[in-house]
C-alpha cells in the first residue's frame, strides 16, 4: 500500500503561482512513477502531469506545459507541481497518484491522494 497527501492548494490571482506538494508513505516511493490529475466540478478528472521514478522523463497536458512543472524527490518521498501563470480554467481539486507505469491513463495508477483544491480568480 502506498498512501498519498496532498498539499499547497489554495486561492490565488490569475497570473500567479503555486506549489503542489504530494508526500507518499508505505511502500517504497522510488518504486513507483507519480502522475497529477485534476477535476473541476461537473466535469470528468484529467490528466495534467506525471514523471518516472527515476525523475528522468516527465509528460504534460497540453493545456499546462510551458506553465506547470513537476519533479520529485526520491530521499523525501514526495513529487511537485510547480503551477505558473495560472488561468481560471486551472480550477479543480487536484490528485496525486502512483502507478508502476506512468501516462496520461488514470487506470494506469493504483494509489490516489485525497486531493487539493486549486482556485484561480480572475
Known amino acids: 500500500q502506498v498512501q498519498l497527501v496532498e498539499s499547497g492548494g489554495g486561492l490565488v490571482q490569475a497570473g500567479g503561482s503555486l506549489r503542489l506538494s504530494c508526500a507518499a508513505s508505505?511502500?517504497?516511493?522510488?518504486?513507483?512513477?507519480m502522475g497529477w490529475f485534476r477535476q473541476a466540478p461537473g466535469k470528468e478528472r484529467e490528466f495534467v502531469s506525471a514523471?518516472?521514478?527515476?525523475?528522468?522523463?516527465?509528460y504534460y497536458a497540453d493545456s499546462v506545459k510551458g506553465r506547470f512543472t513537476i519533479s520529485r524527490d526520491n530521499a523525501k518521498n514526495t513529487v511537485y507541481l510547480q503551477m505558473n501563470s495560472l488561468k481560471p480554467e486551472d480550477t479543480a481539486v487536484y490528485y496525486c497518484?502512483?502507478?508502476?507505469?506512468?501516462?496520461?491513463?488514470?487506470?494506469?495508477?493504483?494509489?490516489w491522494g485525497q486531493g487539493t483544491q486549486v482556485t484561480v480568480s480572475s
Open positions: 508505505g511502500r517504497t516511493f522510488s518504486d513507483y512513477g
Open positions: 514523471i518516472s521514478w527515476s525523475g528522468g522523463t516527465t
Open positions: 497518484a502512483a502507478g508502476m507505469v506512468v501516462g496520461s491513463r488514470s487506470t494506469l495508477y493504483d494509489y
